[in-house]
């Protein structure tokens, strides 16, 4: 059973930073995708970045430059790096986990999201 897990959810001020993680377990697949989603208040949920089983990674166009997502294995965890924080990141923020298939088309699993918030 595949389980995802976000932490590190918070407030912070503009400007700031934040780390959030995803430890996951139960995925066997050796290529896969893992993103991060995000969904403001009254929005639709939202692609953010992903990185796959080859280490590639992207990054929507609203946080390029700022955001940085990784993958430590050996803890199974998924981290998101969220610098200069803006208003407009406000959230939740969800984990994802789906199959490589020469890119990363759908998502199969999700975790429960975590909270961010960013004041102005």
């Known amino acids: 059973q595949v389980q995802l897990v976000e932490s590190g959810g918070g407030s912070v001020q503009s400007g700031g930073s934040l780390r959030v993680s995803c430890a996951a377990s139960?995925?066997?697949?050796?290529?896969?995708?893992l993103a991060w989603f995000r969904q403001a208040p009254g929005k639709k949920r939202e692609w953010v970045a992903n990185?796959?089983?080859?280490?590639?990674?992207a990054y929507a166009d609203s946080v390029k430059g700022r955001f940085t997502v990784s993958q430590d294995n050996a803890k199974n965890t998924l981290y998101l790096q969220m610098n200069s924080l803006k208003p407009e990141a406000t959230g939740m923020y969800y984990c994802?986990?789906?199959?490589?298939?020469?890119?990363?088309?759908?998502?199969?699993?999700w975790g429960q999201g975590t909270q961010v918030t960013v004041s102005s």
């Open positions: 994802a986990a789906g199959p490589f298939l020469r890119m990363c088309p759908n998502y199969n699993y």
């Open positions: 139960g995925y066997t697949d050796s290529r896969y995708c």
């Open positions: 990185i796959d089983s080859n280490g590639l990674t």
